[in-house]
C-alpha cells in the first residue's frame, strides 16, 4: 500500500539549526522541499557557504576509495580477508555512523598516504608509456647490427638511416646503382625496411629529394647502442619500474584495513554536505529558519519527539497536503508483494494518488514466471539459490530484491512444473497437456490457456483504472473508461469460449461446456452492451466531431486490445522452447552414456552444461518478458507511474545501511 503523507512547517531558531537537522536525520523520517521545487521551477543553486571544505574531502574521500580498491583486486584472489576488508555489506547504528567523524584525523592521514601512493604509481606508469613507445620506435630496427650513433655524417659524406615502403626498394636500388657517389645498405625487415644511403656531400640535395619520393621516414634514434641492445635496456628499466609500482602498491595495501571505515566516512561527509545543501535554501531571518517538507502522516508524533529533545523553541505544524501538492510516494507492503516493488519500481514508482499495484503485479508476474520455466528441478534450483542470496545477503540492495524475486519465481515454478510432471526435462507423469509432445490439441490447448491469462490481467488491468478513477472522486471516467471495457472482456470470454474449444477440438468437461453454453448469449450481450458504452462515450467530453473520432477510436482499441492479448503467446513460446532443449540436452546425453566407455563421462557433462544454459537463459528470458507483459500489456490499462519515491534525510548513503531508525 502507499503510505498517507503530511506535510510539515518547521520553524526554530537558527543556533539550533545543526543539531535539528541531525535529529531528523537520524529519523529517516522526512524529506525535504523548496518552495521552487513545489511550484515547479527550476531548484536555486545553493549558496556556497561551508561547503567548500566538506566537497574537497568528499572527493579526496571517494578517490581514495576507488584508489585502494583497485589494489584490493591484485590481491583479492591471495587474500582470504580482502572480501571482509571491502566492506561490500555495512550496518551499522546511527550513533556509530555519526561516530566515525571523531577517527577523521586517523582517516584523512590515510587518504594523504593513498594520494602520495597513487601518485607515484601514476608518474611510474607514465615512465613505462614512454618506454613502450620508445620500444615501438625501436622495433623496425632491431635487424640492424650497427649502433645508431654509427650513421652519422662525417665532413664530405652524408647518411640517410631510415624506414622504407618495401615496394619502394627496386627504384631506391636503381638511383643507388646509377649513382657513383652514393651506396645503399638494406637490412631485413617486413614492409617497413630498414635501409641506410650513403652519399657525398655534393649529391646530398638530390640523394634526400630521390627518399622524399620514396616515402622514406628518417630514424630519429640517436643512441649509442643498436635496436636489440637498447630494447633490452628498456626492458630493463620497465622490470624496475613494475618492481617500484609494486613495492608502492604494497604499501597501499597496508591500509585497506582502512578501507571499510573510509566508506563509512564518505557517506557521513555526503549527509554532512547534504545538510549544508538544503539548510542554505531555507527561509531564514536573521535569528530563525524555517523547513518544509513531507513526513508519513504516522510518523507525526516520533518527528515531534526528536524535534522536542533538541529545543523547545520551535513551532511544527503538520498538514494534509493539497490537490496541488506532489507528495513523494512511500510504499509499504509485506512478505511477497514486497519483492514486487523492485520490478514495478523499475519501470516507475507508483504516483502517491493511485492505487498500489505491487499485490498484482506479484501475482501475475510469478504466475507467468512459473508457466515459462515449469520445471521442477529448475524451481529447486531457483528457490535453494534465491534463498541462499537472502539469507547471506545483510543489507537490502538490489541484489537481495533480485535474489527474492529469484526465490518466489523458483517456488512459482516448482508449482507449474508439478502440473506439467517435468523434472530436468525429464516427462514424470502427465497432468496438464505436454505441449512438447507434438499434439495439436496439447499445443493449442495450453497456448489458448496463456491467453485467457492474459485477458484475466488485462481484465484486472481495466478494473484497476476504475479503482484510481474511484479514487481521484471520478465515477463517470471509471463507468465510461474501465467497466465498459471489464463488461467487454468478461463477454468476450464467455461468448467464444465453446466456439474455440469447439472449433479446436480441444476437450471440456461436459458440466463446463454446459455452462458455457448458457453464458454465450450473456457474453454476447455483455460485449455488445461494452463496446456500445465505450464508443458512446469516449467523446463525452469533446464537441462535434470530436465526439464521433473518439468513439470511432473506441471501437478500433479493440484491435489494440486483442493484439494484447496475443502478446502472451510468449509464454507458451518461451516455455515450449525451453522444454524443447532440456529434452534434446538429455536426449544428447542419454546417447552417449548408451554409447558406454567415454560416453559415461561426456554424457552427465553435456547434461550438466546443457540445463544449466538453458537455466540461465530460460530465467533471463522469463524475467524480461515476463517484465514487458506487465509493463506495456498490464500497466498501459491503469498506472500513472512517474512518482517521485520518498528519499527522506540522510538516505542518500552510497556505502552503508542502518540498522535501525530512531
Known amino acids: 500500500m502507499i503510505v498517507a503523507m503530511s506535510k510539515f512547517e518547521l520553524t526554530a531558531l537558527s543556533d539550533d539549526r545543526a543539531a535539528l537537522l541531525n535529529a531528523l536525520q537520524k529519523t529517516q523520517l522526512v524529506e525535504p522541499v523548496f518552495p521552487e521545487e513545489e511550484e515547479g521551477e527550476k531548484p536555486a543553486e545553493p549558496r556556497a557557504g561551508g561547503r567548500t571544505v566538506l566537497e574537497e574531502k568528499l572527493a579526496r574521500t571517494r578517490k581514495c576509495i576507488s584508489f585502494l580498491t583497485a589494489q584490493a583486486d591484485t590481491v583479492r584472489g591471495k587474500d582470504k580477508s580482502v572480501k571482509e576488508l571491502l566492506g561490500d555489506q555495512i550496518l551499522l547504528s546511527y550513533d556509530e555512523f555519526t561516530g566515525i567523524a571523531a577517527r577523521e584525523e586517523e582517516l584523512l592521514a590515510a587518504i594523504s598516504r593513498a594520494e602520495e601512493c597513487a601518485e607515484a604509481i601514476s608518474e611510474r606508469r607514465a615512465e613505462r608509456n614512454k618506454l613502450a613507445a620508445r620500444k615501438v620506435q625501436l622495433a623496425p630496427f632491431l635487424s640492424v647490427p650497427e649502433p645508431f650513433s654509427s650513421f652519422a655524417d662525417t665532413r664530405s659524406t652524408r647518411c640517410f638511416f631510415g624506414l622504407i615502403d618495401e615496394r619502394s626498394l627496386p627504384a631506391l636500388q636503381a638511383y643507388a646503382d646509377g649513382e657513383p657517389l652514393a651506396a645503399l645498405c638494406v637490412y631485413g625487415g617486413v614492409k617497413q625496411l630498414p635501409v641506410a644511403l650513403f652519399c657525398h656531400a655534393d649529391v646530398a640535395e638530390i640523394a634526400a629529394a630521390k627518399l622524399a619520393e620514396f616515402s622514406f621516414v628518417r630514424c630519429t634514434v640517436s643512441a649509442d647502442a643498436n635496436a636489440a641492445e637498447e630494447t633490452a635496456r628498456l626492458d630493463g628499466e620497465t622490470e624496475r619500474l613494475l618492481a617500484e609500482e609494486a613495492e608502492i602498491s604494497s604499501r597501499a595495501v597496508a591500509d585497506l584495513s582502512h578501507l571499510k571505515d573510509l566508506k563509512i566516512y564518505a557517506d557521513y561527509l555526503s549527509a554532512e554536505l547534504e545538510k549544508a545543501e538544503i539548510s542554505e535554501r531555507f527561509f531564514q531571518t536573521k535569528a530563525t529558519f524555517?523547513?518544509?517538507?513531507?513526513?508519513?502522516?504516522?510518523?507525526?508524533?516520533?518527528?515531534?519527539?526528536?524535534?522536542?529533545?533538541?529545543?523547545?523553541?520551535?513551532?511544527?505544524?503538520?498538514?494534509?497536503?493539497?490537490?496541488?501538492?506532489?507528495?513523494?510516494?512511500?510504499?509499504?507492503?509485506?512478505?511477497?508483494?514486497?519483492?514486487?516493488?523492485?520490478?514495478?519500481?523499475?519501470?516507475?514508482?507508483?504516483?502517491?494518488?493511485?492505487?498500489?499495484?505491487?499485490?498484482?503485479?506479484?501475482?501475475?508476474?510469478?504466475?507467468?514466471?512459473?508457466?515459462?520455466?515449469?520445471?521442477?528441478?529448475?524451481?529447486?534450483?531457483?528457490?535453494?539459490?534465491?534463498?541462499?542470496?537472502?539469507?547471506?545477503?545483510?543489507?537490502?540492495?538490489?541484489?537481495?530484491?533480485?535474489?527474492?524475486?529469484?526465490?518466489?519465481?523458483?517456488?512459482?515454478?516448482?508449482?507449474?512444473?508439478?502440473?506439467?510432471?517435468?523434472?530436468?526435462?525429464?516427462?514424470?507423469?502427465?497432468?496438464?497437456?505436454?505441449?512438447?509432445?507434438?499434439?495439436?490439441?496439447?499445443?493449442?490447448?495450453?497456448?489458448?490457456?496463456?491467453?485467457?491469462?492474459?485477458?484475466?490481467?488485462?481484465?484486472?488491468?481495466?478494473?484497476?483504472?476504475?479503482?484510481?478513477?474511484?479514487?481521484?472522486?471520478?465515477?463517470?471516467?471509471?463507468?465510461?473508461?474501465?467497466?465498459?471495457?471489464?463488461?467487454?472482456?468478461?463477454?468476450?470470454?464467455?461468448?467464444?469460449?465453446?466456439?474455440?474449444?469447439?472449433?479446436?477440438?480441444?476437450?471440456?468437461?461436459?458440466?463446463?461446456?454446459?455452462?458455457?453454453?448458457?453464458?454465450?448469449?450473456?457474453?454476447?450481450?455483455?460485449?455488445?452492451?461494452?463496446?456500445?458504452?465505450?464508443?458512446?462515450?469516449?467523446?463525452?467530453?469533446?464537441?462535434?466531431?470530436?465526439?464521433?473520432?473518439?468513439?470511432?477510436?473506441?471501437?478500433?482499441?479493440?484491435?489494440n486490445l486483442l493484439s494484447d492479448v496475443l502478446s502472451y503467446a510468449r509464454l507458451f513460446g518461451l516455455m515450449l522452447s525451453g522444454m524443447i532443449i532440456a529434452q534434446q540436452f538429455n536426449g544428447i546425453g542419454l546417447d552417449l552414456i548408451a554409447a558406454g566407455s567415454i560416453g559415461f563421462v561426456f554424457g552427465p557433462v553435456v547434461m550438466l552444461i546443457g540445463h544449466a544454459f538453458n537455466l540461465a537463459m530460460g530465467v533471463l528470458g522469463a524475467y524480461i518478458h515476463d517484465c514487458r507483459l506487465q509493463y506495456i500489456e498490464f500497466f498501459s490499462k491503469f498506472y500513472t507511474g512517474e512518482g517521485a519515491l520518498f528519499t527522506p534525510l540522510g538516505s542518500n548513503l552510497e556505502y552503508i545501511h542502518f540498522t535501525e531508525t530512531n
Not at 504516522?298 to 497536503?321: C, H, M
Not at 461446456?513 to 458504452?533: C, D, K, R, W
Not at 464537441?543 to 470511432?552: A, D, H, M, R
Open 290 to 559: 524555517t523547513m518544509r517538507g513531507y513526513l508519513p502522516e504516522e510518523e507525526q508524533e516520533r518527528v515531534r519527539a526528536a524535534v522536542a529533545a533538541v529545543t523547545d523553541a520551535y513551532l511544527l505544524q503538520f498538514f494534509r497536503p493539497s490537490e496541488e501538492d506532489t507528495p513523494p510516494t512511500l510504499t509499504r507492503n509485506r512478505g511477497p508483494a514486497k519483492a514486487a516493488e523492485f520490478i514495478t519500481n523499475m519501470y516507475s514508482a507508483p504516483d502517491y494518488r493511485e492505487f498500489d499495484p505491487n499485490g498484482f503485479v506479484f501475482v501475475f508476474f510469478m504466475i507467468f514466471f512459473g508457466i515459462i520455466m515449469a520445471d521442477i528441478g529448475y524451481g529447486i534450483l531457483l528457490f535453494v539459490g534465491g534463498l541462499i542470496i537472502m539469507r547471506r545477503r545483510k543489507v537490502n540492495d538490489g541484489v537481495k530484491k533480485l535474489a527474492s524475486i529469484l526465490m518466489y519465481g523458483g517456488l512459482f515454478t516448482i508449482v507449474f512444473g508439478a502440473l506439467f510432471g517435468s523434472m530436468f526435462g525429464f516427462s514424470l507423469y502427465t497432468f496438464l497437456p505436454d505441449p512438447s509432445s507434438g499434439s495439436r490439441t496439447n499445443v493449442l490447448t495450453i497456448l489458448l490457456g496463456c491467453l485467457a491469462l492474459g485477458l484475466l490481467q488485462i481484465t484486472v488491468g481495466y478494473v484497476l483504472s476504475a479503482v484510481n478513477s474511484i479514487r481521484r472522486g471520478h465515477i463517470v471516467d471509471a463507468l465510461c473508461d474501465a467497466f465498459t471495457w471489464v463488461l467487454f472482456c468478461v463477454g468476450l470470454f464467455f461468448a467464444v469460449f465453446n466456439f474455440i474449444t469447439e472449433y479446436f477440438s480441444i476437450p471440456v468437461a461436459a458440466g463446463v461446456q454446459a455452462f458455457f453454453g448458457t453464458m454465450t448469449l450473456p457474453g454476447v450481450i455483455m460485449l455488445g452492451v461494452g463496446l456500445a458504452g465505450a464508443a458512446l462515450t469516449a467523446g463525452r467530453k469533446e464537441k462535434l466531431l470530436g465526439k464521433f473520432t473518439k468513439g470511432f477510436g473506441a471501437v478500433y482499441g479493440v484491435i
